[in-house]
T-cell receptor
Framework: SQELEQSPQSLIVQEGKNLTINCTSSKTLYGLYWYKQKYGEGLIFLMMLQKGGEEKSHEKITAKLDEKKQQSSLHITASQPSHAGIYLCGADGIGKTSYDKVIFGPGTSLSVIP | DAGVIQSPRHEVTEMGQEVTLRCKPISGHNSLFWYRQTMMRGLELLIYFNNNVPIDDSGMPEDRFSAKMPNASFSTLKIQPSEPRDSAVYFC?????????????FGPGTRLTVL
């Protein structure tokens, strides 16, 4: 969706390295979701960030929402091969003032080399 | 909890045939979503239901696509007649609407190939 962009498109890192994936909306958003997908499988929910600016962590993954920049970042510390997959961000209420429906970004493919 | 259940997991059919995809949402969830994922277009929302009522079907490609949710535990997505460009992975997701938005839980998907 052009409303939601992700960068980089793909990423290859050495195991143990840190990395950051960005998700940028062209309009204001009400909520931001991060999902992970392995090839041939469904999306696994990671975390949700709400309007107002928020930061959440789960194991070695931290996500932040910068409301002013209409951007979210997903940071993985000390990456492991198990982190490999496609990371998708989804924005709710794009250009709205309440929750509406979720539009997903194109995804970032992450490969972690042992 | 068994999670969102989709069937079949794989479907191969010939152009012109009718295809029916099935979804069982997580028990207690009141919203259900159908998505289509392709390399070219990414993950697209086709339609979503709230309390079994279709709320937004603006993503349904054309009249060949239809979706129903006869009760809280079952939904179908039908394509008739199918075309090769319908080949994609179709996901069903469900959520429980609350003040904190709608965190959706996805099924494993149905990989559809139309020859």
């Amino acid at each position: 969706s052009q409303e939601l962009e992700q960068s980089p498109q793909s990423l290859i890192v050495q195991e143990g390295k840190n990395l950051t994936i960005n998700c940028t909306s062209s309009k204001t958003l009400y909520g931001l979701y991060w999902y992970k997908q392995k090839y041939g499988e469904g999306l696994i929910f990671l975390m949700m960030l709400q309007k107002g600016g928020e930061e959440k962590s789960h194991e070695k993954i931290t996500a932040k929402l910068d409301e002013k920049k209409q951007q979210s970042s997903l940071h993985i510390t000390a990456s492991q091969p198990s982190h490999a997959g496609i990371y998708l961000c989804g924005a709710d209420g794009i250009g709205k003032t309440s929750y509406d429906k979720v539009i997903f970004g194109p995804g970032t493919s992450l490969s972690v080399i042992p | 909890d068994a999670g969102v259940i989709q069937s079949p997991r794989h479907e191969v059919t010939e152009m012109g045939q009718e295809v029916t995809l099935r979804c069982k949402p997580i028990s207690g969830h009141n919203s259900l979503f159908w998505y289509r994922q392709t390399m070219m277009r990414g993950l697209e929302l086709l339609i979503y239901f709230n309390n079994n009522v279709p709320i937004d079907d603006s993503g349904m490609p054309e009249d060949r696509f239809s979706a129903k949710m006869p009760n809280a535990s079952f939904s179908t997505l039908k394509i008739q007649p199918s075309e090769p460009r319908d080949s994609a992975v179709y996901f069903c997701a469900s959520s429980s609407t609350g003040l904190a938005g709608m965190t959706q839980y996805f099924g494993p998907g149905t990989r559809l190939t139309v020859l």
